[in-house]
């Protein structure tokens, strides 16, 4: 699925968040994904862009989409997406200085 995104969009970042990102999943866990990238028009018609991509992939995912100036502020947000995404979050891929791609928690 990253690579899909990474190959189509060119994010600055994937983040896996949610059940999967703590270890916590069960059978019928979705998998969730956000993604920071600079895009034209609203995130929502890139969601939908990137949902139709990975449409063939029989995993149950959301995809979310957020430009890197949102995410920096909405991280520190609580009740906001990117709160835990940020805290509990594993980067699964960011571009070459954006980040450390280890897969390490983001939160402090």
């Known amino acids: 699925m990253v690579a899909r995104i990474v190959k189509h969009f060119n994010p600055e970042k994937v983040i896996l968040f ?6 916590d999943a069960g059978p019928d866990s979705d998998v969730d994904l956000l993604v920071v990238m600079r895009h ?3 995130s929502r018609e890139v969601r939908l862009a990137i ?4 449409a ?9 989409v957020t430009t890197p100036e949102e995410f920096a502020w909405r ?3 609580v009740g906001t997406l ?3 995404a940020a805290e509990e979050g594993k980067v699964l891929y960011a571009r070459p ?11 402090h």
């Open 18 to 23: 949610g059940s999967r990102a703590r270890g």
């Open 40 to 42: 034209e028009g609203n």
């Open 51 to 54: 949902r139709k991509l990975l």
């Open 56 to 64: 063939d992939i029989p995993i149950a995912k959301d995809v979310f």
């Open 75 to 77: 991280q520190r947000v």
């Open 82 to 84: 990117e709160h835990p």
């Open 97 to 107: 200085g954006e980040g450390d791609p280890s897969g390490q928690r983001m939160g």
